[in-house]
């Protein structure tokens, strides 16, 4: 196996308003539409956004499942600055800001939101190396 995911998908509730989330909300690029999945183009991989009941059912698992996924979603930015920028453009598109952003134990600046379906993505700026894609 080569050491890179090309495709993390999320199992949502309503994928119009997951879509207008990701979209609209925080400006991710997506791939012309296709029925009943949306796909978004990210730096290095690809995020997807499938109805959470197919996407179990896909899987052959229970769609009841809940709480704390044992997972979270990173995004990296290049400035503590642009970390406050961000939670902001989340919580604008309607998203909950679950930790504020501040000073990290490990040194770096971070802060966490939940989006429409309850995934968490945390964001931060990491002074020790660079994970912002470019």
Known sequence: ?????SLITLGVSDLVRSTTFYKQGLGLPAKEEFEGVTFL???GTWLALYPREALAADAHVSVAGNGFPGFTLAHNVKSKEAVNSVLEQAKA???TILKPARDTDWGGYSGYFSDPDGYLWEIAWNPHFDLTNG
């Open 1 to 5: 196996m080569e050491p890179y995911i």
């Open 41 to 43: 183009n990210l730096k």
């Open 93 to 95: 598109a309607g998203a």
